[in-house]
Nanobody, 113 residues
């Protein structure tokens, strides 16, 4: 299984961060998987953002739930992250993953005007 994140590397404060994860090697609708978004701010540990299950059910971190939306495009075997009303504190490397084994390479997102 391979995962690849894509999206803009720079987002302005108050805007919406949008990232896409393209999956190859398995279907996002198959098995009992939960496809996950995780981030790592500079100098800090990993933070679980949320995920979308093979069934389409979504799960969110309570601390980010009000600003987060995870969806999918099954025709493209992709799932997406949208994080609204971003601030500089949302600057991080964002990863998509099929925990615990399969991770994308990560993409740097900087929130700055």
């Amino acid at each position: 299984v391979q995962l690849q994140e894509s999206g803009p590397g720079l987002v302005k404060p108050s805007q919406t961060l949008s990232l896409t994860c393209t999956v190859s090697g398995d279907s996002i609708t198959a098995n009992n998987y939960i496809w996950t978004w995780i981030r790592q701010p500079p100098g800090k540990g990993l933070e679980w953002i949320g995920g979308i299950a093979y069934s389409g059910s979504t799960y969110y971190s309570p601390s980010l739930k009000s600003r987060t939306s995870i969806s999918r495009d099954t025709s493209k075997n992709q799932f997406t992250l949208q994080l609204s009303s971003v601030t500089p504190e949302d600057t991080a490397v964002y990863y998509c993953a099929l925990l615990p084994t399969y991770w994308g390479q990560g993409t740097q997102v900087t929130v700055s005007s």
